[in-house]
């Protein structure tokens, strides 16, 4: 069974310890103002003035500094290695979403284990980077993005669904990850998107950003 560590009626930010790009963080943060760290995520946080409200993970990466700078009290380890600590977060915050800033980066290995962990997850969570946005697909969304917004579907285990608002419809498609994908489509309307089942990741534009949260009822 799984504990929760940290709990919010409001949507969290998550620091990760990988590229940090700082206009990433103050976005996550306008929507998420509470942060949780995931390891050397806190080192990433004490760089940008911030304290972690708690901070999660095995703690082999985080530095002493940052050890000594954060309460004890906010410093949870979890030591068994069968989970990344971008897992371990995930199954210790309860709150209606949780916003990832600093989980892209260079090693493909790390990002790889981001994804397949974001697929399990039938909830609120989203991967923020310079360039994307990635969230796993609910069983129906609408979203409204402008004509000719880039909109990539990746498969992360079978998985089929429907479209509309899309220039390419999913509909009758058997997605795999290594069969069938679907990258590169584009928006030619307000996009519907139904799944029959969880695996599938949506990945958008960082300018989409503030359309998923609306999407997730998270905005106003």
């Known amino acids: 069974m799984n504990e929760v560590i940290f709990s919010s009626s409001n949507p969290v930010t998550l620091v990760g310890g990988g590229a940090h790009d700082a206009s990433v963080l ?3 943060l ?33 530095s002493a500094d940052a050890k000594a700078a954060i309460p004890a009290d906010r410093l949870h380890r979890i030591g068994e290695q069968d989970s990344t600590d971008f897992e371990k977060c995930l199954r210790s ?6 916003l ?13 284990a981001v994804l397949s962990v974001l697929a399990r997850y ?5 991967l923020v ?3 994307d946005v990635v969230f796993a697909a609910p069983r129906r969304i609408a979203l409204d993005l402008p004509f000719g917004t880039r909109f990539s579907l990746f498969p992360m285990r079978q998985v089929a669904g429907r479209s509309r608002g ?14 069938r994908i679907g990258t590169s489509n584009e928006v030619t309307g307000p996009v519907e998107l139904e799944t029959d ?21 998270l905005t106003g």
Not at 39 to 57: F, R, T
Not at 100 to 112: E, M, T
Request: with cysteine; charged share 20%.
């Open 26 to 28: 103050r976005d996550c």
């Open 30 to 62: 306008r929507h998420a103002p509470q942060v949780v760290a995931a390891d050397s995520g806190a080192d990433v946080a004490l760089s940008c003035n911030i304290i972690p409200d708690a901070v999660v993970g095995d703690l082999d990466s985080v």
């Open 93 to 98: 915050i309860d709150a209606p979403a949780i």
């Open 100 to 112: 990832c800033a600093g989980f892209f980066g260079d090693r493909l290995d790390h990002q790889l």
């Open 122 to 126: 039938d909830a609120r969570h989203m």
């Open 129 to 131: 980077g310079p360039v």
């Open 166 to 179: 899309l220039r390419w419809p999913i509909d009758g498609i058997d997605f795999t990850p290594d069969g």
């Open 197 to 217: 089942g969880p695996g599938l990741l949506v990945i958008l534009p960082r300018s989409a950003f503030a359309q998923v949260l609306e999407a997730w009822g």
